[in-house]
């Protein structure tokens, strides 16, 4: 190559660079304006920051890499026990190349966390990834349950075999099948933690509900064996937000450029758009974006009035008041 060419080289890469930087800044925007729509038809709050401290929770995952951030946070109104939460989490390794040049490598997911309360064995339950293998630092034993099709799903690690046994019976294990092994859980202290690949806005509360549901399917077991912290008690528990930080649809601020607003270096975070989980399933439309019924034609292309379709079949008389019938006396 000539040196002729160098700069033609230079300026190519310096325009695919500036196309990518403003391709994510465009992405990221287009996430952030689609939250509070999303937090308003599932009545949750939203909040572009985290004001809960999320992170202060002793998971590996909240201590990986070499600097983090947790947006787009997720609650009920008034923070109702168990206290959950679901938010974005990124974290970014910095690299060195041989030239001495640093660059941060992102990595992103988003997680669902939930205060149980309960005096629960340190557990691990997922489907190994490569981050998962990059920030584990449990140590603790494999755990083979007696379904044959989970054991090939996941890997359960636990520091009491007997307490996975009894927290993953035959109902969670369903429940976490149904996932298609997308979903890594893991318990600390009293909390239960939830992660999976960065998923559209429109997830966000069905993520928030199978962390509630998991909850919801604990076997009594469980709770007579390990027995509960006091609600409050201690220095863990979840801190409510900041008195006025949103309301049912609100939303908190973006940081400024003081504070340290995100601009990653990756702006290509992967994202899971479907799933095939019904707890995952899209939220229904706004009255304002529904489809209007197809008009129906007929031959001559006159538009033809729809019939509502008797479910009970032909022969049965309409309801009173409905379809002409008269009302009862």
Known sequence: MGDNALPIVAALVATVVGLLLTWGAWERQRRQQAFPAVARRAGLVWGAEDPFNCTAVAFDLFRAGDGRLVENVMWHPGDPPPHSRVFDYAWYVVRRDSNGATREVWEYVTCALVQHNGRWPALRVTRERAWDRAVQKLGLPDIELESEDFNRLFVVQCEDPRFATDLLDPQMMELLLGTEGRIGVECRGRFLLLTTE????????????????????????????????????????????????????????????????????????????????????????????????????????????????????????????????????
């Open 198 to 329: 960065r998923l559209e806005p429109g997830l966000f509360p069905g993520l928030l509900r199978l962390s509630e549901e998991l909850l919801e399917r604990v076997p009594p077991v469980v709770w007579e064996l390990y027995g509960r912290f006091p609600e409050g008690a201690g220095t863990d528990a979840m801190p409510v937000p900041a008195e006025g930080a949103g309301a049912a649809g609100g939303v908190l601020p973006i940081l400024d450029g003081a504070a340290g607003i995100w601009t990653p270096t990756d702006p290509m975070p992967r994202r899971i758009r479907d799933w095939p989980l019904e707890a995952f399933g899209r939220l229904p439309p706004a009255d304002d974006d529904r489809e209007p019924p197809e008009t129906e034609y007929d031959l001559d292309g006159n538009p033809v009035a729809a019939v509502e379709e008797d479910p009970w079949g032909p022969g049965r008389p309409p309801a009173p008041g409905v379809g002409g019938a008269p009302d009862n006396p």
